[in-house]
């Protein structure tokens, strides 16, 4: 029983797989942000601001502990071609006792946490917070099996029930007067559901197995992707924590917002399209030309997607901005569109860390972080002497030039050419400047009219999407192909 396998799918359709997957994934991922900002603007109309203030407190730790938790044992099992019962049991007690262990930690630092605030409701709530390491690792590897078996509609639907049901239950305890242990409940309940969920979709049951040695590559592995997120998590927090200290409330909360308003959904986009890319990628890890082509379709079909919503997002932000939040965010525009290039450039150049993994390679992710983390704080340091907006500027062209190394790194596991690659994208972005050109007029011509700005934002982005759709066809033979295959889908109007 113990040396049972569970082999990595062969022979896989990678268009279907990626297709079905971030259907499956992304209406997830859809669903969760719309009905959590719903109940959000719920629980915010019950509760006080102090309720969120005293989770947002303790928010910094607990991401900082979810380093270690998330160190990447799932990662591990969807990434190696064979594994059996004695590894996957020995990495399930592993982790269990590194989530007991975090808990554990987090319960014996929690005083201090309340001494740093001077606020003794924020240490009970960081030991309540800290239960959700033990949760997490109650399902770390039946999630990983999940994901490795390409059950993505599964994943899905956990996700989903996860998220109505937990923020159900934190509604109920906000009304019964639960302050903000309503929201304490909300991340406990979402983390229970979670592990319940996949522990009733996969079939695989832990035994009482502990073989360490076995663990060996595993833990090796894992052990490069710990080091790479701590590297991360300093590059990734250190901008927000130089400019809060540096330039105080009113520029941080400049930068902060600039930055969720188009990184946010961005981001949470390429990570469905890459938690559906890594495990078809590790399955067919060892056909190099099928794992070069595979990506670069994916990342090219993604830019030429998501980059002519972004160039929207950054003309009519330029508008609505100042209408609906009014003059005094007026600074928060060019910080904005700082971010949508940032964003641009993030789609093409750093989601590379698919390629690390998926080949194997992770100890070059980290190697990679380890020399670009100290450029980036350091132009962060010099940037931040110009403001919020300076600080914008150094820290995404410190992430754009840093990002060649990692390119070199990354595609010379897949044999893939700097130049190829950029290559590809040349019709898209024509296109792209194209249609940027032609909304940038149109903003300058509508200055001139005296028009609801929603009404002038909605014609801006309608006549820039079209303009870059109709560039696209003209200049991408692929586009016109897929046009073409599209319409023959289509049913034919009998005469």
């Avoid at 931040?384 to 060649?404: D, E, K, M, R």
């Amino acid at each position: 029983m113990d040396e049972e396998q569970y082999d990595l799918k062969k022979n896989i359709n990678t268009k279907l797989t990626m297709v079905s997957g971030t259907c499956w994934r992304g209406s997830a991922e859809a669903f969760r942000i719309a009905w959590t900002a719903l109940v959000v603007l719920i629980l915010a109309s019950i509760l006080d601001p102090i309720a969120f203030g005293l989770i947002g407190m303790t928010d910094a730790l607990v991401q900082f502990f979810n380093v270690f938790m998330t160190m990447g044992f799932d990662s591990a099992v969807i990434q190696q071609e064979k594994v059996n019962n004695r590894i996957l049991s020995s990495l399930f007690w592993l982790n269990l006792m590194l989530g007991v262990v975090l808990a554990g930690v987090g319960t014996a630092v929690s005083p201090l946490l309340s001494w740093f605030y001077q606020d003794n409701r924020v240490g009970p709530i960081f030991v309540a917070l800290s239960m959700t390491f033990i949760l997490q690792s109650f399902a770390v590897i039946q999630r990983g099996l999940l994901a490795r078996e390409m059950a993505f509609r599964s994943l899905a639907i956990v996700d989903i029930l996860a998220t109505i049901i937990s923020s159900l239950l934190a509604i109920f305890v906000a009304v019964r007067g639960g302050s903000y242990w309503s929201l304490v409940v909300l991340q406990l309940g979402k983390h229970a559901i979670l592990s319940l969920g996949y522990w009733l979709t996969s079939p695989w049951r832990p035994q009482p197995l502990f073989d360490l040695r076995a663990t060996m590559p595993s833990v090796q592995f894992s052990g490069n992707i710990l080091f790479y997120n701590l590297l991360n998590f300093a590059a990734t927090h250190s901008d927000i924590i130089l400019v809060g200290r540096l330039l105080g409330p009113e520029q941080a909360g400049f930068y902060l917002l600039a930055n969720r308003l188009i990184m946010t959904p961005v981001g949470q986009v390429l990570n469905v399209i890459m938690q559906t890319l890594y495990p078809i990628l590790s399955a067919i890890q060892n056909e190099i030309t099928k794992v070069r082509e595979t990506y670069v379709k994916v990342i090219l079909a993604t830019f030429s997607g998501l980059a002519p919503a972004i160039l929207v997002a950054g003309l009519v932000g330029t508008l609505l901005i100042p209408y609906y939040l009014g003059e005094q965010w007026g600074a928060l525009v060019p910080i904005f569109l700082v971010w949508c290039f940032g964003a641009l450039q993030r789609i093409v150049m750093s989601r590379l860390s698919i390629l690390y993994l998926s080949m194997g390679r992770p100890d070059l992710q980290w190697k990679y972080q380890l020399v670009s983390t100290p450029i980036v704080i350091l132009a962060l340091v010099i940037g931040v002497q110009q403001g919020a907006f300076g600080a914008s500027v150094s820290y995404n062209l410190a992430q754009f030039f840093t990002s060649f190394l990692s390119i070199y790194l990354a595609f010379s596991l897949i044999d893939l050419g700097m130049g190829t690659y950029f290559k590809r994208f040349r019709y898209s972005v024509a296109a792209l400047l194209v249609a940027a050109a032609v909304g940038v007029g149109l903003l300058y011509g509508f200055e001139q009219v005296a028009w609801h700005p929603l009404l002038v934002s909605g014609l801006i982005g309608l006549v820039v999407l079209a303009v870059y759709v109709l560039a696209l066809y003209l200049l991408d033979p692929f586009a016109r192909q897929l046009w073409a295959d599209v319409r023959s889908w289509l049913p034919k109007r009998s005469v």
